[in-house]
T-cell receptor
């Protein structure tokens, strides 16, 4: 079927506004990740969902960041009161199995610009 | 924080030459993977090497892993202009064995 999709592809917002980023994983994939990539940098892990287990939120940079995964499928990353340093590409990935040796499939990302 | 540091940060070669990128990491790992990223967007998985393996091949790709030195290398042979991209190593840890920690990446430019 289709790969991982993300929306919107680009988002421009004003400082202080809230934004929601959406990820549709590959159907049937139990694991879902969010990463952040600042310009010219590597990927920074944000949050990880695996099945019905409690999510691993250890990478969220502040309490302005939160994420949900409804029905074990679609996930939404919410950033409240956005700051300019939140500007980055937000990447979502899904994985079919629970092991790190299973391949992660990435979406195209959402480029967030906070003015 | 980044687990892996890649070297060089940028590499420019001519088509047909080989490209070698290195990755160093800090903690014990379960596996190490290499990904490719075009134009700052989604990443594509290239190859995985487990901690008990020393070398692996896939097409024009050759990956080595030295766990005693906590380092890996990715060799792309007979490079093509289409290989122009950023390459990232990512490590799966021995703990949760569920997360990948990505390096800082090497930007490869292959010119005609």
């Amino acid at each position: 079927g289709a790969g991982v999709s993300q929306s919107p592809s680009n988002k421009v917002t004003e400082k202080g506004k809230d934004v929601e980023l959406r990820c549709d994983p590959i159907s049937g994939h139990t694991a879902l990740y969010w990463y952040r990539q600042s310009l010219g940098q590597g990927l920074e892990f944000l949050i990880y969902f695996q099945g019905n287990s409690a999510p691993d939120k250890s990478g969220l940079p502040s309490d302005r960041f939160s994420a949900e995964r409804t029905g074990g499928s679609v996930s939404t990353l919410t950033i409240q009161r956005t700051q300019q340093e939140d500007s980055a590409v937000y990447l979502c990935a899904s994985r079919g199995g629970p092991r790190s040796t299973d391949t992660q499939y990435f979406g195209p990302g959402t480029r967030l610009t906070v003015l | 924080s980044q687990q892996g540091e890649e070297d060089p940060q940028a590499l420019s070669i001519q088509e047909g030459e080989n490209a070698t990128m290195n990755c160093s990491y800090k903690t014990s790992i379960n596996n190490l993977q290499w990904y490719r990223q075009n134009s700052g967007r989604g990443l594509v998985h290239l190859i995985l090497i487990r901690s008990n393996e020393r070398e692996k091949h896939s097409g024009r790709l050759r990956v080595t892993l030295d766990t005693s030195k906590k380092s890996s290398s990715l060799l792309i042979t007979a490079s093509r202009a289409a290989d122009t991209a950023s390459y990232f190593c990512a490590t799966g840890d021995t703990g949760t064995a569920s997360k990948l920690t990505f390096g800082t990446g090497t930007r490869l430019q292959v010119t005609l």
